[in-house]
């Protein structure tokens, strides 16, 4: 059994052909979506998190209406920049929003990606300290973070509090019991999945890895999540971690298919330099659902995870999202994942 859901970077724009208009829609469809998705039988909705676009921002109020509209489907976030997160304020708000959804939460988290503005993190408040990167400032409030959602006590409770307080230090609230063992690391190397491995989280692999070894991009993703399982075990951890990779997959149904990503038929993967980093970007798989379904079953990255993130274009509408969706899940089931 594999889980399928899908990811949306939740574009909008006030253009004629957008069906995303505003951001008011982007968040409103994002949620119509999700509960669109759990009734196909889809297993995820995961969101992206990027600040000072127009894009999906702020998770917590999304997830927690998303949770609040299901009843079956996992909630997640792929991923949020932990540059410009205060570690504390966001314990609570994933526990609010986990409680919400009766612990469907699976929370994305990661350095984040290239920014659309100059150090916009510092903007947030979050400079960081002499000596460290901002990579290392974002691995401070990740541990931060994590220990923090273990719901063990660390602060001195006052002598004379408005309400009575139980005995010892205090944790934060609301607590989530479980949410610490559904955090998941947005790894773009092996290296950082080796690292996620360490720390205990479940490992995210997008469409794209910043490193290049001249070969295809799903058997270097499939490298990386070796390693990651290879250093779970290194570090005794006593449960199964979980691995999640994305995909844009359209299945070639309907003229309209054809006219929106027939083109993307002749995809391959891509190397290019982001952040003065070379870089590799998977291809887009566009086909009818027999030769997608023999594409998909040669990918090595997507059969060793067990969670395949579908990227949807947000911007085409709800119902056309749907209709990939269902596409897909139908060429799943030919493939023997569901």
């Known amino acids: 059994m594999k889980r399928i859901g899908f990811l949306s970077f939740g574009h909008w724009t ?84 986990d409680l919400i959804a009766g612990g469907r939460l699976q929370l994305g988290i990661s350095r984040g990606s290239p920014e659309q503005v100059v150090e916009g993190y510092r903007h947030f408040g979050h400079d960081p300290a002499d000596g460290e990167s901002d990579a290392d400032m974002a691995r401070r409030h990740t541990a931060r973070f994590l220990k923090a959602l273990s719901g063990e006590g660390f602060a001195e409770p006052s002598p004379r509090p408005m309400f009575p307080n139980p005995p010892g230090l205090l944790r934060l609230e609301p607590h989530s019991e479980g949410l610490r063992e559904r955090i998941w690391w947005g790894a773009g190397t092996r290296a950082t999945a080796e690292w996620a491995a360490g720390e205990g989280m479940n490992l995210m692999s997008s469409t794209l890895l910043t490193e290049d070894t001249g070969v295809p991009f799903h058997q270097l993703q499939a490298e990386q999540i070796q390693v990651f399982r290879d250093a ?28 929106y990503f027939g083109l993307e038929r ?18 887009t798989y566009a086909a009818e659902p027999d030769e997608l379904a023999r594409q998909l079953a040669a990918d ?19 119902d056309y999202c749907a209709h990939v969706i269902e596409g897909v899940l139908e060429v799943a089931a030919e493939l023997g994942w569901r």
């Not at 069906?19 to 949620?31: E, F, G, P, W, Y």
């Not at 971690?241 to 299945?251: D, L, M, N």
């Not at 090595?300 to 709800?318: K, S």
């Open 14 to 97: 006030p253009h004629p052909q957008s069906a995303t208009q505003s951001a008011s829609d982007v968040l409103l469809q994002s949620i119509d979506l999700a509960a669109a998705a759990e009734d196909l039988g889809a297993d995820g909705a995961y969101f992206r998190v990027h600040h000072f676009a127009r894009q999906l921002a702020s998770p917590f109020p999304l997830l927690a209406a998303v949770g609040a509209r299901t009843q079956r489907i996992e909630i997640g976030t792929g991923v949020i920049d932990m540059r410009y997160e205060n570690p504390l304020y966001m314990v609570e708000d994933a526990g609010a929003a």
């Open 232 to 259: 779970w075990t290194a570090a005794g951890h006593d449960r199964t971690p979980r691995v999640s990779v994305s995909r844009s997959v359209f299945p070639l149904r309907t003229a309209q298919d054809h006219a």
């Open 266 to 283: 002749r995809s391959s993967d891509q190397v290019g330099i982001i952040d003065g980093v070379r870089a590799t970007f998977g291809k």
């Open 300 to 318: 090595e990255a997507v059969a060793a995870a067990d969670t395949l993130l579908l990227t949807v274009p947000n911007q085409l509408g709800v």
